[in-house]
């Protein structure tokens, strides 16, 4: 049997308290995050989306993405969304050295501020780990340089391409409550699910009086 990580159980929030995993309030906000962008065509079509519901985001950008596609970038932060360190090249915490995947996250930073990247002089120092994989001492390393550490409360799924896209819907709808991170990505690798998942998850979310934000811990 397939273990489903899809709702992020509440034993693993305690264990990692360090992590946020949800933003508990009361007031319906839920937060829509985007992984491994910005990428063409996929990320101007999920803003273009989430601007019609006025719906903002957090994007957690690969900064080699960035340098090659600085124009989706800008357009993503001039759209007044979020932008967080998801490394430079999409490295898994768990099989490399911390020098050199602190050395990567550093990377990420010195892209986005480039003059010829950034329109803005500071971004929220928010850090997700690709594949949700980091060793406790590489996320002390970028606590203690002042990154809040953002998880997930709802895993879409939408990257894995041997569920269908109803299912990645169900995934979303069936466990979104105020307070919500949810994980999807604008990747080539994701969009069938996430071509079918996001407008039905706007749609959705409207309806049953959600409002959803970007994640803004500076």
Known sequence: MKLSWVKTH?????????YVWDIPNNENKVY????????PEITNWTLELLNSY???????CIGDNIRKYPEIFQKVTSDGHSIGNHTFNHLKGWKTKNQIYIENANLFEIECYKPSVTLQTEYPKLFRPPYGKIK????????????TIIMWDILSEDFDNKISPEQC?????NNVTSGSIIV???????????????PRTLKFLKEKGFICEKINII
């Open 169 to 173: 819907l169900k995934n979303v709808l």
């Open 10 to 18: 509440w034993l693993i929030k305690k264990l990692f308290s360090n």
């Open 54 to 60: 006025n719906a903002k985001a957090t994007f957690f």
């Open 136 to 147: 406790p001492s590489q996320s002390k390393i970028l606590r203690n340089s002042g990154y």
């Open 184 to 198: 999807f990505h604008d990747s080539k690798k994701a969009f069938r699910n996430l071509e079918y998942t996001l």
């Open 32 to 39: 829509l995050t985007f992984d491994d962008g910005p990428t």
